[in-house]
């Protein structure tokens, strides 16, 4: 059974910093790309980004670049977002999901989500 | 980018309605798109993918269709579980937006 937890969400100030983890399992991790979406209270789904099998590729929506990175850990089946940077409208619950397969196939397992708040 | 527009953003129905959410892309996206449901407090779960392909597990009474710029989400004979918010994504090209949801509330 594929399960993803995801970590890190929490409290951080405007400006401030939080790197969120996902830690998967029931899956060959190293195998498939990852993504990050998010949700702020009340609203839809936001895409953040994705990184391939290998680390190698990624990409990020517009609201995040050069703000946010992802990365991954495939020694140790764990998915990460550093979020620097942050802004008030930053704040959602944060998803990792594993994508189906590379390319345009979609996101087939979600974690829980967590938590980020960011508010002075 | 590419921007979704669903409609409705809301509908009220009854249990064993035929239910037709509808998402337009502001460009062709081939067949690239998927379905996901979304019930409150939860993690979406996907339905359909490659616009009309139902995701192992899901009921047949759900159904897409459509190519190119417009898409079609088909609950046959809606269900007591199946009130819950539904969203489209486009897989096409990056970023893979999001519609903006619809919810489908009971009568």
């Known amino acids: 059974e594929v399960q993803l937890v995801e970590s890190g969400g929490g409290l951080a100030q405007p400006g401030g910093s939080l790197r969120l983890s996902c830690a998967a399992s029931?899956?060959?991790?190293?195998?498939?790309?990852m993504s990050w979406v998010r949700q702020a209270p009340g609203k839809g789904l936001e895409w953040v980004s994705v990184?391939?099998?290998?680390?190698?590729?990624?990409h990020y929506a517009d609201s995040v670049k050069g703000r946010f990175t992802i990365s991954r850990d495939n020694s140790k089946n764990t998915l990460h977002l550093q979020m620097n940077s942050l802004r008030v409208e930053d704040t959602a619950v944060y998803y990792c999901?594993?994508?189906?397969?590379?390319?345009?196939?979609?996101?087939?397992?979600w974690g829980q989500g967590t938590l980020v708040t960011v508010s002075s | 980018d590419i921007q979704l527009t669903q409609s409705p953003s809301f509908l009220s129905a009854s249990v064993g309605d035929r239910v037709t959410i509808t998402c337009r892309a502001s460009?062709?996206?081939?067949?690239?798109l998927a379905w996901y449901q979304q019930k409150s407090g939860k993690a979406p779960s996907l339905l359909i993918y490659?616009?009309?392909t139902l995701q192992s597990g899901v009921p047949s009474r759900f159904s897409g269709s459509g190519s190119g710029t417009d898409f079609t989400l088909t609950i046959s004979s809606l269900q007591p579980e199946d009130f819950a918010t539904y969203y489209c994504?486009?897989?096409?090209?990056?970023?893979?937006?999001f519609g903006q949801g619809t919810k489908v509330e009971v009568k």
């Open positions: 999901a594993k994508k189906y397969a590379p390319g345009t196939f979609p996101l087939d397992d």
């Open positions: 029931g899956f060959t991790f190293s195998s498939y790309s």
């Open positions: 990184i391939s099998p290998s680390g190698e590729t990624t």
């Open positions: 460009q062709g996206i081939s067949s690239y």
């Open positions: 490659a616009a009309s």
């Open positions: 994504q486009q897989l096409n090209s990056f970023p893979h937006t």
